[in-house]
């Protein structure tokens, strides 16, 4: 998974002060997404993920003034620190990867320990919805004959997936 933050922008609004949206960009299993984030989204991630995994440090809370060479410095300090996430992180929390808008498998023990980022969706939606269909626990090719005598499923097998073209119609 990459992640970087390309851009920000500012948001107006008529209930509170204006604040900053910064644009996420997600690439991961060779597909790309965007996700926009304001600072205090990334500011609740951070504590949430402090409780249960390393995390690096996040740029500051508080910026005296909202001029594009502070608000660049704070872009790139919050694309690093979820860049350092990724990277000294094996097993990233599902609410990491909700944060993202990331599909993901079922989370590991580690990873369920850190919660939901929205505590109000259901365990069902994590769940896959099918089960595997084949598993090789290692190469057929390679592996020693247990006997003398000829592995007839394995060989079944292989023959209808590489000669299927030979098979009576």
């Not at 299993?29 to 990334?42: I, L, M, P, T, W």
């Not at 991630?45 to 409780?51: A, F, R, T, V």
């Not at 084949?134 to 499923?153: C, K, M, T």
């Amino acid at each position: 998974m990459e992640v970087y933050i390309p851009s920000f922008r500012h948001e107006d609004s008529d209930l509170e002060r204006g604040y900053t949206v910064f644009k996420i960009e997600v690439l991961m299993n060779g597909r790309k997404h965007f996700v926009e984030k304001r600072y205090s989204e990334f500011h609740a991630l951070h504590k949430k993920l402090k409780k249960c995994i390393k995390t690096p440090e996040i740029p500051s809370k508080h910026v005296r003034n909202w001029v594009p060479k502070v608000l660049e410095q704070r872009r790139q300090g919050l694309e690093t620190y979820l860049q350092a996430v990724i990277l000294e992180n094996e097993e990233l929390p599902k609410l990491f990867l909700d944060f993202l808008n990331v599909r993901h498998l079922p989370s590991l023990p580690k990873a369920e320990s850190c919660g939901s980022f929205d505590e109000t969706e259901s365990e069902e939606s994590s769940k896959l919805s099918h089960q595997p269909v084949l598993l090789f626990l290692g190469d057929p090719y390679v592996l020693p004959a247990a006997s003398d005598f000829p592995n007839v499923v394995i060989e079944g097998v292989l023959h209808g997936i590489f000669y299927s073209h030979l098979q009576p119609r």
